[in-house]
Nanobody
Framework: QVQLVESGGGLVQPGGSLALSCAASGSIFSINTMAWYRQAPGKQREPVASITSTGITTLADSVQGRFTISRDNAKKTVYLQMNGLKPEDTGVYYC?????????WGQGTQVTVSS
């Protein structure tokens, strides 16, 4: 079994910040890509950020300059630092990893940006 547990979601005002964490446990031997996706109401799930095992990062255009993804391989944890949050960032954020060409998903954590 592979388990992914997200934490750090919540309610924040526009312009504020949140930091998400996702810890992997269970049958973890060799993680390739770690990533964050999100799904807004009425929208498809979309990629937000990803990071390879060597530290190469990608960010969606909509979050460029505001979000930062990082990972701690010893702790098997991926992080997403979100700054300058906008109402459009509201949604359920999902952690995902790729191991041996298989993708695993967390349960998701709610992020709400509102006044």
């Amino acid at each position: 079994q592979v388990q992914l547990v997200e934490s750090g979601g919540g309610l924040v005002q526009p312009g504020g910040s949140l930091a998400l964490s996702c810890a992997a446990s269970g049958s973890i031997f060799s993680i390739n890509t770690m990533a964050w996706y999100r799904q807004a109401p009425g929208k498809q799930r979309e990629p937000v950020a990803s990071i390879t095992s060597t530290g190469i990062t990608t960010l969606a255009d909509s979050v460029q300059g505001r979000f930062t993804i990082s990972r701690d391989n010893a702790k098997k944890t991926v992080y997403l630092q979100m700054n300058g949050l906008k109402p459009e960032d509201t949604g359920v954020y999902y952690c995902s990893i790729v191991q041996y060409y298989r993708r695993y998903w967390g349960q998701g954590t709610q992020v709400t940006v509102s006044s």
